[in-house]
Structures are given as structure tokens and as C-alpha cells.
């Protein structure tokens, strides 16, 4: 793959029949991390933004959507939760929330680190190199900071206030801080080209990614983009495909945003290179205020469906789960 060329890549995309690519990334997946899936509970536990990202329902300008934050017991509450399903890693994700001070959110991962055995990934965005580095020291073993677009122009577009080269940079002080580093992006933006799709799938193998989330974009009603259409999951399988083919090493999930435009959505991005998939472990009374998207699947599941439904998953596509951590821990 390190010599598949960009217009290589577009045509791939760009073919309408090509079941060949799916397959193949199937294989190599199979081949560089075998048949187990690994299980990332995640808890969101803020959805307060300071950000204004046009594609997202969480960002500021939105005032319909209600507001919440976990305290930093609530927080440990729901780790302990994931704990008990046996799941390794706790993924605490929110919006870029200032509200939490660095020594609280540093207490709160040294505190599950010391009495939970898992990986603590952490997904709260742009952060100062001192943050990161001390977050890093307090315990956290991974970060995903989504470089959502690797096309400059669309990038500011989305995300105003905020800058392409600076989140490039970002996920190097991450690799230079000792964290497996999770990116990746969104398909079928608005202004989104298959050109651009293809440079950003030369980007995610050029980074070098531990982890490498790609979901579909889905317009969210209220925000600018509402109008847009959403990115087809066929689009999304062959980006995942590809990307398996980029990085044959790297932990993919089957993301809730893919399962989220086809109910079956997730059971084939495993068919196609995926190898991770991450429950919504957020306590039931907040999680539909964390609607990033509409219609986020598993919203009205207690943890324990949303168990039952990836195991259930899982076996019928005669894979197993994982019992490490799936990465370093
Ligand atoms: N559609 C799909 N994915 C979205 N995200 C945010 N908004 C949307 C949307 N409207 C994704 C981004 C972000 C992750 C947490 O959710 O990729 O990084």
C-alpha cells in the first residue's frame, strides 16, 4: 500500500462494484490482527463545547440541545461499569469543555488507573502540550484527536477558530508524549471530494496511527449543515477498506456513526477491515443529550443491550472478543 498512488485510490473509490477491495482488506485484516474484536466502552461525559464546528451537535451555537456534566464520581461510577462487562478499555470522551480543571481530569485517570485494570483513552480535543503531558504522567494510555478533513480549505471551514497545521501538530507531541494516538475523519462532507478522501487516507498512513475511526458524516438539524446529505455507507466501507490496506496493523473500530445510517452498518465495516467496536457505556439519562448526530444508535439501550447486541454481533460474523487490552494498556 505504502506505493498506492492518490489516482489509485480515487478509482477504487470511485468504482461502483468493486467488492473486490472489501474483501481483500477483509483478509489483510485477518492476516495482521486476526479474527478478535476489541471492545472499547466509552462515557461521554460532557457535551458542553467552546468550540462552533459547523457539522456537530454539540457546538456552541446550539442552544436547543441541553446541557450536562458528569461529576468525577459519576465518571468513575460508569468506569467501574465497564469494568464489570470485562471491557479493557475506558474511552472518556466530551465535548472541549474548560470547565473540568486539569488536576481534576488528571485525579480522575490516575483514580481509575489505580483501581480499574484497563487502558484509559482520552478523546477532549485540543489541549496545551503542559495538559496533554500531564495527563499523559497521571496514567492515560491513548488519545483520538479526529483530523476530521486533511483538506485545509474544508478544514477551517468546518471548524472555525481552529487550525489544520495546529491539529497536525498536536498529534505529534501526542506520539512525541508516549500515547497511541487514534485520528481520522469524517466521509461525504459537504465540499468533500474523492480527491480529498484520498488524501486523507495517504495522511492516515503517513501518521502512522494506533487507531483510526472513519464514520460518515450525518447532518444534524440543528446546526448550518442540515441541509447536506449524509455520507453513504458505501463510500464509508471502501474508505475503511482502504484504509485497513494503508495501515494493516492499526485498530479500526466499526463506528456508531456507520451503525447509525444502515442497521447493519457496523457488522460490515467488520467485514471490511474494522476490528474494534466501542459501546456507549454513558450513564441512560444522559446519553441522548450527547447527540453529536441524530439518531445515534443504542440510545435508548441500557449498557447491558448494547452487550448483548455486540456480542450477538460479534459471534455471527464467527469472530471473537478480545480479552487484552488491544494495544498497550
Ligand atoms: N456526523 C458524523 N460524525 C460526526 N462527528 C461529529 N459530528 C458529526 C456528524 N454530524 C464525529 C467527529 C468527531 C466525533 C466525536 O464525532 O468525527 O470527531
Same mark, same amino acid.
Given at each position: 500500500?505504502?506505493?498506492?498512488?492518490?489516482?489509485?485510490?480515487?478509482?477504487?473509490?470511485?468504482?461502483?462494484?468493486?467488492?473486490?477491495?472489501?474483501?481483500?482488506?477483509?483478509?489483510?485484516?485477518?492476516?495482521?490482527?486476526?479474527?478478535?474484536?476489541?471492545?472499547?466502552?466509552?462515557?461521554?461525559?460532557?457535551?458542553?463545547?467552546? *468550540?462552533?464546528?459547523?457539522? !456537530? /451537535? %454539540?457546538? +456552541?451555537?446550539? @442552544? =436547543?440541545?441541553?446541557?450536562?456534566?458528569? &461529576?468525577?464520581?459519576?465518571?468513575?461510577?460508569?468506569?467501574?461499569?465497564?469494568?464489570?462487562?470485562?471491557?479493557?478499555?475506558?474511552?472518556?470522551?466530551?465535548?472541549?469543555?474548560?470547565?473540568? *480543571?486539569?488536576?481534576?481530569? !488528571? /485525579? %480522575?485517570? +490516575?483514580?481509575? @488507573? =489505580?483501581?480499574?485494570?484497563?487502558?484509559? &483513552?482520552?478523546?477532549?480535543?485540543?489541549?496545551?502540550?503542559?495538559?496533554?503531558?500531564?495527563?499523559?504522567?497521571?496514567?492515560?494510555?491513548?488519545?483520538?484527536?479526529?483530523?476530521?478533513?486533511?483538506?485545509?480549505?474544508?478544514?477551517?471551514? %468546518?471548524?472555525?477558530?481552529?487550525?489544520?497545521?495546529?491539529?497536525?501538530?498536536?498529534?505529534?507531541?501526542?506520539?512525541?508524549?508516549?500515547?497511541?494516538?487514534?485520528?481520522?475523519?469524517?466521509?461525504?462532507?459537504?465540499?468533500?471530494?474523492?480527491?480529498?478522501?484520498?488524501?486523507?487516507?495517504?495522511?492516515?498512513?503517513?501518521?502512522?496511527?494506533?487507531?483510526?475511526?472513519?464514520?460518515?458524516?450525518?447532518?444534524?438539524?440543528?446546526?448550518?449543515?442540515?441541509?447536506?446529505?449524509?455520507?453513504?455507507?458505501?463510500?464509508?466501507?471502501?474508505?475503511?477498506?482502504?484504509?485497513?490496506?494503508?495501515?494493516?496493523?492499526?485498530?479500526?473500530?466499526?463506528?456508531?456513526?456507520?451503525?447509525?445510517?444502515?442497521?447493519?452498518?457496523?457488522?460490515?465495516?467488520?467485514?471490511?477491515?474494522?476490528?474494534?467496536?466501542?459501546?456507549?457505556?454513558?450513564?441512560?439519562?444522559?446519553?441522548?443529550?450527547?447527540?453529536?448526530?441524530?439518531?445515534?444508535?443504542?440510545?435508548?439501550?441500557?449498557?447491558?443491550?448494547?452487550?448483548?447486541?455486540?456480542?450477538?454481533?460479534?459471534?455471527?460474523?464467527?469472530?471473537?472478543?478480545?480479552?487484552?487490552?488491544?494495544?498497550?494498556?
Amino acid at each position: 500500500m505504502n506505493s498506492f498512488k492518490k489516482e489509485e485510490i480515487v478509482k477504487h473509490l470511485t468504482c461502483n462494484k468493486n467488492r473486490n477491495i472489501l474483501k481483500e482488506a477483509d483478509s489483510i485484516r485477518k492476516e495482521h490482527c486476526g479474527d478478535e474484536v476489541h471492545i472499547r466502552g466509552i462515557i461521554e461525559f460532557s457535551n458542553y463545547c467552546k *468550540r462552533d464546528c459547523l457539522y !456537530c /451537535g %454539540l457546538r +456552541k451555537s446550539n @442552544k =436547543k440541545l441541553t446541557r450536562y456534566r458528569m &461529576t468525577a464520581d459519576e465518571i468513575f461510577k460508569a468506569a467501574r461499569k465497564v469494568e464489570e462487562f470485562k471491557y479493557k478499555t475506558i474511552v472518556l470522551q466530551s465535548g472541549e469543555d474548560d470547565y473540568y *480543571r486539569i488536576e481534576e481530569l !488528571c /485525579g %480522575l485517570v +490516575k483514580r481509575i @488507573k =489505580k483501581e480499574i485494570d484497563c487502558a484509559v &483513552t482520552l478523546s477532549i480535543g485540543e489541549r496545551t502540550y503542559d495538559e496533554y503531558k500531564q495527563l499523559r504522567e497521571a496514567g492515560a494510555d491513548r488519545y483520538l484527536l479526529k483530523f476530521e478533513t486533511s483538506n485545509k480549505k474544508l478544514f477551517v471551514f %468546518l471548524k472555525p477558530g481552529s487550525l489544520y497545521e495546529k491539529r497536525l501538530k498536536r498529534l505529534e507531541w501526542l506520539r512525541d508524549l508516549g500515547y497511541q494516538v487514534g485520528s481520522g475523519n469524517m466521509v461525504g462532507l459537504p465540499g468533500q471530494t474523492l480527491e480529498m478522501l484520498a488524501d486523507d487516507i495517504l495522511l492516515m498512513n503517513k501518521l502512522d496511527l494506533d487507531m483510526i475511526g472513519i464514520g460518515p458524516f450525518i447532518p444534524h438539524p440543528d446546526t448550518p449543515l442540515w441541509r447536506f446529505r449524509e455520507g453513504t455507507l458505501e463510500l464509508t466501507l471502501k474508505t475503511i477498506a482502504l484504509t485497513r490496506m494503508a495501515a494493516p496493523d492499526a485498530y479500526i473500530p466499526a463506528t456508531t456513526a456507520a451503525g447509525s445510517v444502515d442497521p447493519a452498518g457496523r457488522q460490515k465495516a467488520l467485514q471490511c477491515g474494522a476490528n474494534v467496536i466501542m459501546p456507549n457505556m454513558t450513564p441512560q439519562k444522559y446519553r441522548k443529550y450527547y447527540e453529536i448526530y441524530p439518531d445515534k444508535i443504542c440510545l435508548n439501550d441500557q449498557p447491558g443491550d448494547c452487550r448483548m447486541s455486540i456480542k450477538t454481533i460479534i459471534e455471527s460474523l464467527g469472530r471473537n472478543i478480545a480479552r487484552g487490552y488491544g494495544g498497550q494498556g
